[in-house]
């Protein structure tokens, strides 16, 4: 961004990522198009500039007057049939002179424009591209030159060269360059790793060509965006310049040099401040809209899988009688939830009791974090939840406010997946534990600060003192998820929800902290909802088991009893596919597919599609899920459930292949 | 930490040096009539002689530049070619003009930009709907247009403020403050659209961060998560941007300056260049990297405070 008067640009250039992020060619052309057609205040802007830009081309035809003609006789005149904008102090045709004014203003954007953007790409895609050594120079260089304000650089080469307009122009071309640099930069560093990009340098292709060929291709969306920004900016500044008299000579016409005319008769006719500085306000203003346009249109086309197809699904119609017991701490029954009326979560029902640790497996996008969100009351407003969850005897669905934060850290607490970011990166340890502590326990001064050790000494931490002085990034992984349980623990929970506790962490870590967990639920008695893909953390944790396949509960049981009698073909697959609780000796095996989308969910079983026992009854219509009869090797078992027509078969066969292993042993 | 600031520092003394020395030399590279602009058509060629040898101009131009540097680290940026005074004296008393509208200005973007964004982040959608309006306009008017609307409602039409001139504080306070209060406004607005922006944007971002649903999870009050966390975690972005805009405020004072008739830096630049008057120009542009320098400085310090990785480091 270049020094002179337009500073930060909205939604700036830092925060635009590349429109190859996905990885992915870019869309095609039309597509875009269709796209951008579809933002009206884009589509109107758009046509604004052509229209103006098309009118100043053709100046020389359109414009009813000689912009230099005086007319003393009609001078100051306000809008008229003969002069559609009025004229000025000398009686020159206002609009003649806009038209004429343009081709200056235009042909000067064009050339700052045409320099920015060479230089921009050039010296962007090598820093970005090739890296080290050059990327450092072109950094530096480009923050000394965002550092000058540019006036001072401009006043010198209008003074050198006798106020020559398109010297001029190109001199602002080069200092507007490192708004275009820093955005091909960064486009271009976050493709160089994409997998085309090194397939090609591994086939010896050169830089210079997959530059070219690969990875300016792939980032000309911000590019593009940044450029219209870049023009609405260099138009500002051009248009001071003209009006301190830089680069025009009157009485020549230009659009800033007509709003200092218009001040010199201010106070006989304040009409003419209006056509000049309106025009230049509104092409100025029409770039941003563009370049807030284009810029939406990049975002879609990055993020339009599966909100394409936002049709309504069919909501299967079976009363999933999860079965009940008297003593439960939470309840979920029949909790659906949905995004702008594409469900994603579809009756979910399960209990939790005091003091037991629930897991709820599957893979991504199955609908355990929306389930887990919508326990704790922190789905994105435009979550659409129905059905119950009732925690205590008090329901939360769409409760007030106040019940909710009644609840939270109290009732329930939460940890997150990644602990690194699941503290506030500008507050200690201490500050952000004793501010929950304060919340909770309304300690204050030593006894917080005893309370805050105490904390960090309950989640075995071997130092609190030194930890409670740390920033969040002063902490290892493992410790920073033992400080976000001391934050959950803070309240003294009756349920603590953990989306994915160790997934983020290395595989020595992941074993402590899952002691660590099962240490406090036995220490506090407090019940764990655990949200995992991993089976091994539900062998490790776990008193009862919810499989959720997209977006239904497919399977519920006891941990032991899951694992020893999995009665729905997913269940068994994830159980074949994980290392740690496969049978020994078998072999390892993945599941085929991946998980539908939620916009393409079937009417009949959602698993069907990669299950190896289908039926044709399992896609005639929806699946209920049903209570299995507890099987004679666990006669005492409670409550298995499975979403399954063949479940009763696959029990029967797992009783089978049971014996024989016993037989064999 | 320090070894930041040091490096920062040694970029700020590269400004410091490349920018007079390519204005110089842009400068030197035109300005062969001096001489002839400043005495008249009428000179004699000994007239003229004596001239350029009074202010060194018969030396060659990298002689001129080095004796130049030579004052220029004393402090002494030569005599003005237009009025033969030192432009030291030339600039003084404009610093203070210049410094009263930049600091103005600075004020006035920072404060009324962080409310509003503030205002955007935590009031209701039509308020951030307003706020979103009013910054796509206000980015796009440009501050010279603005200037003269201002003058055009509130001088000419209200006779509320002066539309031109300066009155120097020791005169009359009252008289001063209200001499800056449209060209103050002018300079500010596009800093304020960009401020409230960046700052209603960062605050969005933190309330919708992991860690504040980790903390709401637990407890944490939605006051805290906006006034606590969300507003000191957008602190360091937005005082980047302040330097960013601050710079652009810079440039844009020498435009509102001549506007509003302002006896300060930048309407002196202006007439300077349009007279050649190279060691005048120089002069200001020192100034305005010291200024530059200054606040870079300032920011960093500001940065290396609000950042707990930058303090630790």
């Known amino acids: 961004m270049t020094a002179i008067d337009t500073p930060a640009v909205p939604g700036g250039p830092s925060t635009d990522l590349p429109a190859a992020e996905s990885g992915g060619r870019p869309p095609s052309r039309f597509r875009a198009l269709r796209e951008y057609l579809r933002r009206p205040l884009g589509v109107i802007a758009g046509a604004f500039l052509l229209v103006v830009i098309v009118a100043t081309a053709l100046a020389r035809v359109i414009s009813p007057y000689d912009p230099l003609k005086q007319d003393l006789f009609h001078s100051l005149a306000l809008p008229s049939a003969t002069h559609l904008l009025g004229t000025d102090k000398l009686g020159r045709d206002v609009l003649s002179r806009l038209l004429w004014g343009g081709q200056v203003s235009l042909l000067g954007l064009v050339e700052a424009l045409a320099v920015a953007f060479v230089i921009g790409i050039t010296l962007g895609l090598v820093a970005g591209y090739v890296g080290r050594v050059i990327d450092n120079v072109i950094s530096r260089l480009t923050e000394v030159v965002m550092a000058i304000p540019g006036i001072v650089i401009l006043l010198m ?30 486009a271009a560093q976050a493709v160089r790793e994409e997998t085309y990009v090194a397939a090609s340098r591994v086939t010896g292709m050169g830089r210079i060509l997959i530059m070219i060929r690969h990875v300016l291709p792939n980032i000309w969306g911000p590019i593009i965006v940044n450029t219209a920004v870049l023009a609405a900016v260099i138009l500002g500044i051009q248009g001071g310049l003209n009006y301190i008299n830089l680069g025009v000579n009157p009485p020549n016409p230009s659009w800033g040099g007509m709003v200092s005319e218009a001040q010199q008769t201010l106070s006989q006719q304040p009409w003419l401040i209006i056509p000049s500085g309106l025009l230049i306000t509104l092409v100025i203003m029409s770039f941003m809209l563009v370049a807030d ?42 909790t659906s939830v949905s995004f702008s009326g594409l469900e994603v979560v579809s009756r979910v029902g399960f209990d939790v009791r005091p003091g037991e640790a629930l897991g709820i497996v599957g893979e991504s996008g199955c609908g355990k974090t929306v389930t887990a969100s919508a326990i704790l009351g922190s789905l994105d407003a435009s979550a659409v939840t129905s059905g119950h969850v009732i925690f205590e ?40 534990l004793g501010e929950l502590v304060g919340r909770h326990d309304h300690l204050r001064g030593a006894h917080r600060r005893e309370r805050v ?38 309240g003294r929970p009756r349920l603590l929800v953990a989306d994915e506790p160790t997934t983020a962490l290395d595989v020595t870590i992941q074993g402590e902290i899952l002691g660590l967990l099962r240490r406090l639920q036995q220490d506090t008695g407090m019940s764990i909802v655990i949200i995992t893909h991993d089976l091994g953390v539900v062998a490790d944790i776990c008193d009862r088991v919810v499989v959720m396949y997209a977006g239904q509960v497919i399977e519920a049981a006891d941990a032991e009893e899951l694992f020893a009698d999995p009665s729905h073909p997913y269940t068994r697959a994830l159980l074949a596919s994980n290392p740690i609780v496969a049978e020994a000796g078998t072999k390892l095996l993945s599941i085929p597919g991946t998980v539908p989308n939620p916009a393409d969910w079937p009417h009949g079983c959602r698993f069907a599609d990669r299950c190896p026992l289908r039926l044709d009854a399992c896609t005639e219509g929806p699946i209920r899920l049903e209570l299995l009869p507890a099987p004679p090797t666990h006669p005492d078992t409670l409550d298995h459930a499975a979403r399954c027509i063949r479940a009763e078969e696959l029990e029967t066969t797992n009783q089978l292949a049971a014996k024989k292993t016993k037989e064999a042993a | 930490m320090l070894k930041n600031l040091g490096l920062r520092l040694l970029g700020s003394l590269v400004l410091l040096i490349v920018v007079p020395t390519i204005t110089f030399f842009l400068q030197g590279a035109g300005s062969n009539n001096i001489a002839r602009s400043v005495l008249g058509l009428t000179a004699t060629k000994s007239q003229i002689d004596a001239f350029n040898h009074t202010l060194g101009l018969d030396q060659p131009l990298w002689q001129r530049y080095f004796s130049w540097l030579g004052g220029a680290v004393h402090g002494d940026f030569g005599l003005s070619y237009t009025t033969q005074q030192p432009v030291q004296d030339i600039l003084a008393p404009r610093l203070a003009v210049s410094l009263s509208l930049i600091v103005g200005a600075l004020l006035v973007f920072t404060i009324v930009g962080m409310l509003l964004g503030v205002i955007s982040a935590t009031g209701n959608k039509i308020v951030g709907r307003v706020v979103d309006a009013v910054s796509t306009v206000g980015i796009a008017v440009p501050n010279f247009w603005l200037a003269v609307i201002l003058i055009a409602v509130f001088a000419v039409n209200l006779n509320l403020l002066p539309a031109t001139g300066y009155v120097d504080p020791s005169d009359d306070p009252g008289l001063w403050l209200a001499s800056l209060v449209l060209p103050v406004i002018a300079l500010a607005f596009a800093g ?47 005082v980047t941007v302040l330097g960013v805009i601050f710079v652009g405020a810079l ?37 305005f990297i010291i200024i530059v320098v200054i606040v870079n400085v300032l920011i960093d310090i500001a940065n290396t405070i609000l950042n707990p990785k930058v303090r630790a480091a």
Do not use: W
Request: positive net charge.
């Open chain 1, 453 to 490: 050790i105490d904390l960090l000494t309950q989640v075995g931490l071997p130092d609190p003192a030194d930890v409670a002085r740390r920033f969040p990034h002063q902490l290892s992984g493992g410790m920073a998820q033992r400080v976000s349980i001391a934050c959950a623990l803070a």
């Open chain 1, 293 to 334: 346009a284009l810029r939406d249109t990049s975002a879609s086309n990055r993020s339009r899988a599966g909100s394409a197809k936002a049709a309504a699904q069919a909501v299967s119609a079976d009363g999933d009688d999860v079965p009940a017991a008297d003593e439960v701490l939470l309840r979920v029954r029949d």
């Open chain 2, 251 to 287: 440039s844009g004072s020498v435009i509102v300056e001549n506007i509003f008739v302002l006896p300060g830096l930048g309407s002196q630049a202006l007439q300077s260049t349009l007279q050649h008057d190279v060691p005048v120009i120089q002069g200001i542009s020192v100034y």
């Open chain 2, 192 to 238: 304020i659209t960009a401020v409230a922006k960046q700052t209603r944007d960062q605050m969005l971002l933190s309330i919708a961060s992991p860690y504040a649903r980790s903390l709401r999870a637990n407890g944490a009050s939605e006051f805290s998560l906006v006034y606590k966390h969300a507003l000191r975690n957008a602190a360091a972005p937005v």
């Open chain 1, 157 to 186: 080469v209008y003074s050198a060269t006798n106020n020559n307009q398109h010297i001029g122009m190109i001199v602002l071309g080069v200092l507007s360059a490192p708004t275009l640099i820093r955005v091909t930069r960064g």
């Open chain 1, 393 to 432: 005897g008090q329901e939360l669905v769409n409760a007030p406010r106040k019940v909710r934060a009644g609840i939270r850290g109290s009732g329930i607490a939460y940890i997150s997946q990644d602990p690194m970011v699941a503290l506030d990166p500008s507050f200690s340890v201490a500050s952000q």
